[in-house]
């Protein structure tokens, strides 16, 4: 079975400060994509970074890095240098072989000026 | 770039009238897909479309239709709406078979059910 597992339901980061949310997942597919996701109180879904399974890197776009350990099943997304603006939900995804796409419950990220 | 379009953005309904929403999206994308997102319950998928002709449920199908109606769109239908079925609705669409192709969503329509 499919799963992602996202154990942080609100989290606070002081501004220009890192912050890490975290994600883990299941799945028995051997390739698979980890995928993060912003939504704003305006409530639009803003595609953040992608990783994928077989990757030797971990991903970065920006202030955003993904902290992959494939052994621990986790894809922690990173955040650097806050900015209010980061202020929204962020959601952990993953695509195995199959078409759907898994989605965790979330992250309130909440940035503190 | 247009992207996923959704229509409408807003609807009030009252329990038991029936109405469809839109999707259409202009990537040239195989998959598309409905989700329905409640407070407090991330994103719970609905249907899906992976290829033109093809439709499937997802985790929450019951109470509603969709219609693959060509590559493009992609159409949910409320038969006879509920208030259970209060809810924001994203369309999105992805490549096919390919693990590193994000989705794309559409900016939501926000369905109250009275």
């Known amino acids: 079975a499919q799963k992602i597992t996202q154990t942080q339901p609100g989290m606070f980061v002081q501004e220009k400060e890192a912050v890490t949310l975290d994600c883990t997942y299941d799945t028995s597919d051997p390739s698979y994509g980890l995928f993060w996701y912003k939504q704003p109180s305006s409530g639009e879904m803003i595609f953040l970074i992608y990783q994928g399974s077989y990757d030797q890197q971990n991903a970065t776009e920006g202030r955003y890095s993904l902290n992959f350990q494939k052994a621990r099943k986790s894809a922690n997304l990173v955040i650097s240098a806050s900015q209010l603006g980061d202020s929204a939900m962020y959601f952990c995804a993953m695509k195995g072989t199959g078409n759907q796409f898994y989605f965790g419950t979330g992250t309130s990220l909440t940035v503190i000026p | 770039n247009a992207g996923v379009t959704q229509t409408p953005k807003f609807q009030v309904l009252k329990t038991g009238q029936s109405m469809t929403l839109q999707c259409a999206q202009d990537m040239n994308h195989n998959s598309m897909y409905w989700y329905r997102q409640d407070p407090g319950m991330g994103l719970r998928l609905i249907y899906y479309?992976?290829?033109?002709?093809?439709?499937d449920k997802g985790e929450v199908p019951n109470g509603y239709n969709v219609s693959r109606l060509n590559k493009r769109e992609f159409s949910l239908r409320l038969e006879s709406a509920a208030p259970s079925q209060t809810s924001v609705y994203f369309c999105a669409s992805s490549g096919t078979g390919v693990t590193n192709q994000p989705q794309h969503f559409g900016d939501g329509t926000r369905l109250s059910i009275l």
């Open positions: 479309s992976a290829s033109e002709g093809t439709t």
